[in-house]
């Protein structure tokens, strides 16, 4: 519900009425900006990586208050990941040479054989893996999870999207070519797609259908505007070879 209010107040749209165009959804939103999102924070991921954080302490800090309380509670002979395996003193310590040779060729064997056993009476020490120290942190986690998140769920959409965010220019500026290359302006094409009834011509040549490429380089209009510059030959040059707004305009970043 928070989230929906977030997003809501960021497009300008009335939490309350429901009234206003979200132009993406938040799921989206929260993607980092580096692959294409605008890096709001995910609050159930950040929920889910604050609880993280307190299994941590109670893994790795077993004199506090708290840890013994669970412990002699829930799990008085392991903890709530899993039951530690007891250890036979007469099992051997040692690869089973006959079995990996007859496996893997000489090579890899000797690889593998000459990898040592832990002693299992050295205690192991929790690592994490996503923190080069080794320590849970809110923000490792956070990172993490989305990038895995991101792997699974191709939510990510490659693009210059650091060259944008690093241009020094007004931010309202870079957040409009963000949009520009999301195509999420509410060209008439797009607005048809969020259910409002209007032509899909341009309103100025009312020859071409208003998609951001006619709106901002093909229209009569546009044009124009661009001969008037003084990036013109250059322009029309890119306009005449690309076939789409994404492609152009990361030619020219």
């Known amino acids: 519900e928070i989230e929906k209010l977030l997003n809501a107040f960021w497009w300008g749209a009335n939490s309350n009425t429901h009234k206003g165009i979200k132009w993406m959804r938040w799921e989206k939103l929260t993607i980092p900006k580096p692959e294409g999102g605008l890096g709001f924070k995910n609050l159930s991921v950040f929920n889910l990586v604050m609880l993280g954080k307190q299994a941590w302490r109670l893994l790795t800090n077993r004199n506090s208050l708290i840890s013994k309380i669970y412990h002699a509670k829930y799990y008085p002979d392991g903890n709530f990941l899993n039951v530690p395996l007891r250890f036979n ?18 090579d890899t064997s000797n690889h593998i054989l000459n990898i040592p056993i832990l002693n299992p009476h050295c205690e192991d020490k929790r690592i994490w ?10 923000r490792s986690a956070y990172k993490g999870y989305l990038q895995h998140s991101l792997c699974l769920g191709h939510l990510c959409t490659p693009g210059p999207w650091e060259t944008i965010w690093n241009l020094c220019i007004p931010h309202k500026i870079k957040h409009f070519i963000w949009r520009l290359m999301r195509d999420i302006l509410p060209t008439r094409p797009n607005l048809q797609k969020k259910g409002i009834s ?56």
């Open 129 to 138: 893996n996503w923190n080069p120290s080794g320590s849970y942190t809110v």
């Open 198 to 253: 209007c032509p899909s011509t341009c309103f100025r040549c009312d020859i071409g259908i208003e998609n951001t490429w006619h709106t901002f380089f093909s229209c009569p209009s546009a044009k124009l505007c661009w001969q008037g510059s003084k990036f013109h030959f250059c322009i029309m040059k890119l306009i005449n070879s690309s076939d789409g707004v994404f492609n152009l305009i990361s030619h020219i970043l």
């Open 89 to 106: 003193e007469q099992y051997k310590l040692d690869w089973n040479a006959d079995l990996i040779n007859s496996i893997f060729d000489t």
